[in-house]
T-cell receptor, first 118, second 113 residues
Framework: GAVVSQHPSWVICKSGTSVKIECRSLDFQATTMFWYRQFPKQSLMLMATSNEGSKATYEQGVEKDKFLINHASLTLSTLTVTSAHPEDSSFYIC??????????????FGAGSRLTVL | GNSVTQMEGPVTLSEEAFLTINCTYTATGYPSLFWYVQYPGEGLQLLLKATKADDKGSNKGFEATYRKETTSFHLEKGSVQVSDSAVYFCALSGNSGNTPLVFGKGTRLSVIA
């Protein structure tokens, strides 16, 4: 079945540094990927829609200059948290839909990346 | 806009008990409905789905029926196991194009032996 890989799974960084999280669709092409953020004991909040070859679409309240998204190929999207601060500590999850499959909008999720900013 | 409301947890059950996790939704048009499961330390996995009214999704003993008249998609399992302990998310999406999922807040289930 479809597999989405996220890397790194865990990352700890100092305040003020930038962190890049990769999301790869391993066995399918994804023209669109979605980035979510999950706070402890809460649901997933959609941050942005990543579109291959074009700019990402950000949800209201998400700072595009802080959360840089690049979708350079059909199998890779990256999320860069710039100048990270402790309040950016969270669980970031990406998801993708196989472009070749029609019908129900089934998304495959990565295992998530836990970011801790000291 | 679209939204999903699911019962708050945590839910604690004994092994072999019956499970129901309620989920209701608000949406325009005819969304697809999903249940995702997140086991400890892991990402989300699709548990089951239904794409139209009266469809029943089922997997691993779990079932949910798409009820348009009550805008509900309740998750049920007749006999839970310890291995079912996880967080369960109800979600919906539109059927047009690449639509992101809208999630409920999740319900944590703990099954004790």
């Amino acid at each position: 079945g479809a597999v989405v890989s996220q890397h790194p799974s865990w990352v700890i960084c100092k305040s003020g540094t930038s962190v890049k999280i990769e999301c790869r669709s391993l066995d399918f092409q994804a023209t669109t990927m979605f980035w979510y953020r999950q706070f402890p004991k809460q649901s997933l909040m959609l941050m942005a829609t990543s579109n291959e070859g074009s700019k990402a679409t950000y949800e209201q309240g998400v700072e595009k200059d802080k959360f840089l998204i690049n979708h350079a190929s059909l199998t890779l999207s990256t999320l860069t948290v710039t100048s990270a601060h402790p309040e950016d500590s969270s669980f970031y999850i990406c998801s993708a839909r196989d472009s070749q499959i029609s019908g129900a909008n089934v998304l495959t999720f990565g295992a998530g990346s836990r970011l801790t900013v000291l | 806009g679209n939204s999903v409301t699911q019962m708050e947890g945590p839910v604690t059950l004994s092994e072999e008990a019956f499970l129901t996790i309620n989920c209701t939704y608000t949406a325009t048009g005819y969304p697809s409905l999903f249940w995702y499961v997140q086991y400890p330390g892991e990402g989300l996995q699709l548990l089951l789905k239904a794409t139209k009214a009266d469809d029943k999704g089922s997997n691993k003993g779990f079932e949910a029926t798409y009820r348009k008249e009550t805008t509900s998609f309740h998750l049920e399992k007749g006999s839970v196991q310890v291995s079912d302990s996880a967080v369960y998310f109800c979600a919906l999406s539109g059927n047009s194009g690449n639509t992101p999922l809208v999630f409920g807040k999740g319900t944590r289930l703990s099954v004790i032996a």
